[in-house]
């Protein structure tokens, strides 16, 4: 049973940083992509920035230069680190998973787990 469960959002001003983490369990694949992935009230959800199992590393145009996503191998957890945030950033980030060939194009419907959410909100 796959389970990623997300922490580290909250409430930031403009220009502040944020740093979320995704916990994952049960993920026994050795190929795959991990991605996280935003979406804001009535907008579609949009993949923010994906890593594969070979540390392949894909952002949407929107955050390179100030988001960076990595991993911990050892303790099987995913992060993203926010920077210089924008209010246009705030929106529920999710985690997810997917062992889909073309899954660094970040496309939602690729990916097969997510995570519940936790909410940036930046002012």
């Known amino acids: 049973h796959v389970q990623l469960v997300e922490s580290g959002g909250g409430s930031v001003q403009a220009g502040g940083s944020l740093r979320l983490s995704c916990a994952a369990s049960g993920w026994t694949y050795v190929r795959y992509c991990m991605g996280w992935f935003r979406q804001a009230p009535e907008k579609e959800r949009e993949g923010v920035a994906a890593?594969?199992?070979?540390?392949?590393?894909t952002y949407t145009d929107a955050v390179k230069g100030r988001f960076t996503v990595s991993k911990d191998n050892a303790k099987n957890t995913l992060y993203l680190q926010m920077n210089s945030l924008k209010p246009e950033d705030s929106a529920m980030y999710y985690c997810?998973?997917?062992?889909?060939?073309?899954?660094?194009?970040?496309?939602?419907?690729?990916?097969?787990?997510w995570g519940q959410g936790t909410q940036v909100t930046v002012s």
């Open positions: 997810a998973t997917s062992l889909h060939w073309n899954c660094m194009a970040r496309m939602p419907t690729t990916y097969n787990y």
């Open positions: 890593i594969d199992s070979g540390g392949r590393i």
